[in-house]
């Protein structure tokens, strides 16, 4: 592809529920500009979107991808995304890569919580949007029906560029209603045959046609004023201020076709590349200076250097960076500062991409394109590129918090160094995967957005070389007190010939308020224990602590005195006092009525209205307290707090519960008193794990 320069470029962002046909669209898109020679299908597995073996096997996307096409003149920049709510930090980076998101809605469904959802992230990021109404070729589908409730979900300012001829086995075409005029479609070509409006829709073409140029009036005020005093405005007027009005945000038209058929995705391009904004018309994100004070961007080829790694992935090649850059331009052998990783790079070719294909560009591109680059070490995805160390930093889109977790464990000893090279690929390619260690289960962590997310991140592992188990997390149980004992002797006495060992303490248990942790006072008086051996009271109360005597689990919210004791001038050492505080503390705590601590979750569970009754049924079966609700974006939202043991597999549930509609963020809240009926069978079950090590 030769070199393009900035207006001439389109970076678009297909977003929606999965299986609204995204991937289908950006088949038809390349087919009809002559990119592919056959119409790829995810069903055939022969799409160019979808290759990486999970998506292949699956026949569904798990990874955004990026394939440039060109189209009039124009170079379109496609970023096809994951459907699937687990991959929407993915997807949100593609947001915010492109200069409008494209949400596919589907006719026969409407609008679904995936769509809704994409919707919401755009109007969070500040995106252009463009509506597609998929799917126009199936039985039920109803172009009006879908737009009646887009309307009531997500306000008036959706406006029809496009109406159809016909649906379902009858979808013939539609209506352009800017220009007033129809196409028909046939053998799969994705060129329309222009025709006359047919008459049974000449009212309606009009009747939109008229609210378009009315909405497109109300966005700015001089053609509000023109419009009200001549009831019309020039065709240039028209084009522009709906190009202005779709940059703004202020009105999002709305297209439709049928992408397996590949029936009207010309006029989708034409009006990508006629009114869809370009770099230099969508908003920049935000960036700071090293003070925090905002910088405002331009989009010029002469700006310093800014730019966003949204994609990173293994190929062939080896690690490959997508990027957008915002300021400044994409040249050959740059050398740049990762304002994330804090560190200098430089990268020798500009690549242009096509899914897993990659072109070397000669000249680099200009500001506002996208490209790939190979072969970089520290950069991963969501770092922000600058020139200089003391260059501004753009700001990117929040991460969602991790909802599910389980542990990894190696499937053969030894291979350790494999596990943690494969796994390290894996992160640097998604930014909402984490990992960590319990300190309390020795669990070595994989946290994601769902069940779906971390297999198919295990998987990737195991392409790497990375063979793993996955595990269902331990929950981190805690042990405390409910009363207190005072004068619990301590008591370590051992005499084998020769000097003894020999320590008494007196300590009185008491339990504290909850969140305050473990407190040891030293209250002797009298010099019952010699000053030196306190800390070997202390030493050997504090390690009893850590394995509780209730279930081995760590004691916390306990005070424990140091009162009184005994020693020998000879036997005594720091060793004995250390075995008597330990032995005096675990007895102790026997007789203060020793019960189990667990972690409680604050969820936030999305859900349709329909499915709400269920969702709130099983919170209460799981021990939860529902504490709120709230309504958005047609959907409703449960606030309540569960403990985690009942929510570790809860991802799957609530996508069997809700058809994959429902989807929920969990963050660690509080401990509260496990209930007395399973308090036995938590201390069995970890008696019996700890027998089996």
């Known amino acids: 592809m030769k070199r393009i320069e900035t207006p001439f470029i389109r970076n678009i962002a297909f977003v929606g529920h999965g299986g609204t046909g995204k991937t289908s669209l950006g088949e038809a898109i390349l087919f009809t500009c002559g990119a592919t020679s056959r119409l790829g299908s995810v069903n055939e597995k022969t799409s160019a979107f979808d290759f990486e073996p999970e998506e292949i096997a699956r026949q569904t996307s798990y990874a955004s991808a990026v394939v440039s096409v060109e189209w009039n003149q124009h170079k379109i920049n496609l970023l096809d995304t994951p459907g699937d709510g687990v991959f929407q930090a993915d997807t949100r980076l593609c947001m915010a890569a492109a200069d409008l998101t494209l949400l596919l809605v589907s006719a026969v469904d409407q609008v679904e919580v995936g769509s809704a959802r994409a919707w919401a992230s755009a109007e969070e990021l500040g995106r252009p949007r463009m509506i597609y109404v998929a799917k126009m070729d199936k039985d039920r589908a109803n172009f009006d029906k879908t737009l009646a409730e887009m309307r009531s979900v997500w306000g008036p300012d959706i406006a029809p560029l496009q109406i159809p001829i016909g649906a379902g086995d009858d979808f013939k075409g539609v209506v352009d209603v800017l220009n007033m005029k129809a196409y028909t479609y046939s053998g799969g070509t994705g060129i329309g045959t222009l025709i006359d409006v047919p008459g049974d829709l000449e009212a309606a073409a009009a009747d939109a046609r008229e609210a378009l140029i009315e909405a497109i009036a109300t966005s700015d005020d001089d053609l509000m004023e023109k419009y009200l005093d001549t009831g019309e405005l020039s065709e240039s007027e028209v084009k522009n201020g709906l190009k202005a009005a779709i940059a703004a945000g202020s009105l999002v038209p709305v297209l439709c076709g049928c992408a397996t058929d590949n029936a009207a995705t010309d006029v989708l391009l034409n009006a990508i590349v006629d009114v869809a904004p370009s770099p230099l018309d969508a908003p920049l994100p935000k960036a700071l200076n090293a003070d925090e004070s905002e910088v405002v961007l331009k989009c010029d080829d002469n700006g310093a250097f800014?730019?966003?790694?949204?994609?990173?992935i293994y190929l062939e090649m080896g690690k490959v960076c997508f990027v957008r850059v915002f300021q400044g331009k994409g040249d050959t052998d740059l050398t740049f500062y990762n304002a994330t990783q804090e560190t200098k790079e430089r990268w020798g070719q500009v690549l242009l991409p096509f899914g897993k294909k990659l072109e070397s560009l000669s000249s680099g591109t200009p500001c506002g394109d996208i490209f790939a680059v190979a072969k970089l070490k520290e950069?991963?995805?969501?770092?922000?590129?600058?020139?200089?160390?003391?260059?501004?930093?753009?700001?990117?889109?929040?991460?969602?918090?991790?909802?599910?977790?389980?542990?990894?464990?190696?499937?053969?000893?030894?291979?350790?160094?494999?596990?943690?090279?494969?796994?390290?690929?894996?992160?640097?390619?998604?930014?909402s995967l984490t990992t960590s260690r319990d300190q309390q289960t020795k669990d070595h962590l994989i946290s994601g957005m769902g069940q779906t997310h971390i297999e198919v991140a295990v998987s990737k592992m195991r392409r790497f070389g990375g063979e793993v188990e996955l595990l269902p997390p331990r929950?981190?149980?805690?042990?405390?007190?409910?009363?207190?004992?005072?004068?619990?002797?301590?008591?370590?006495?051992?005499?084998?010939?020769?000097?003894?060992?020999?320590?008494?303490?007196?300590?009185?248990?008491?339990?504290?308020?909850?969140g305050t942790g473990f407190e040891f006072v030293n209250s002797i008086f009298g010099g019952s224990i010699p000053t030196q051996f306190v800390p070997a009271v202390e030493k050997g109360v504090r390690d009893a602590m850590v394995h509780g005597p209730l279930a081995g689990y760590p004691v916390v919210d306990v005070k424990i005195s140091c009162v009184d004791g005994k020693y020998h001038p000879v036997d005594s050492d720091g060793r004995s006092f250390e075995m008597a505080g330990r032995k005096g503390a675990r007895e102790g705590m026997l007789a203060c009525s020793p019960t189990l601590l667990e972690p409680i979750m604050t969820v936030a569970i999305t859900v349709p209205d329909e499915s709400m009754g269920d969702v709130m049924g099983d919170i209460n079966s799981r021990r939860g307290r529902i504490s709120g609700m709230a309504s958005k974006a047609g959907n409703q939202i449960i606030n309540a707090q569960v403990p985690q043991a009942e929510v570790l597999t809860y991802a799957p549930d609530l996508r069997s519960m809700t058809g994959g509609r429902g989807y929920f963020t969990m963050e660690f809240s509080h401990y509260e008193e496990v209930p007395g009926n399973l308090v036995d069978k938590i201390v069995a079950a970890s008696k019996a794990e700890s027998d089996s090590e």
Do not use: W
């Not at 800014?306 to 990173?312: C, G, H, Q």
């Not at 995805?381 to 190696?410: H, R």
């Open 306 to 312: 800014a730019a966003l790694v949204f994609k990173t």
């Open 379 to 431: 950069t991963r995805v969501g770092d922000v590129l600058c020139k200089d160390k003391m260059d501004f930093k753009v700001q990117t889109p929040p991460v969602p918090n991790a909802c599910i977790s389980f542990a990894l464990k190696a499937k053969n000893k030894g291979e350790e160094d494999k596990i943690a090279g494969a796994l390290s690929r894996v992160l640097e390619s998604d930014i």
């Open 475 to 514: 929950v981190a149980y805690r042990e405390c007190i409910r009363s207190a004992t005072k004068r619990v002797e301590g008591k370590h006495k051992k005499q084998s010939g020769g000097r003894g060992q020999y320590g008494v303490c007196i300590l009185n248990i008491e339990p504290q308020p909850r």
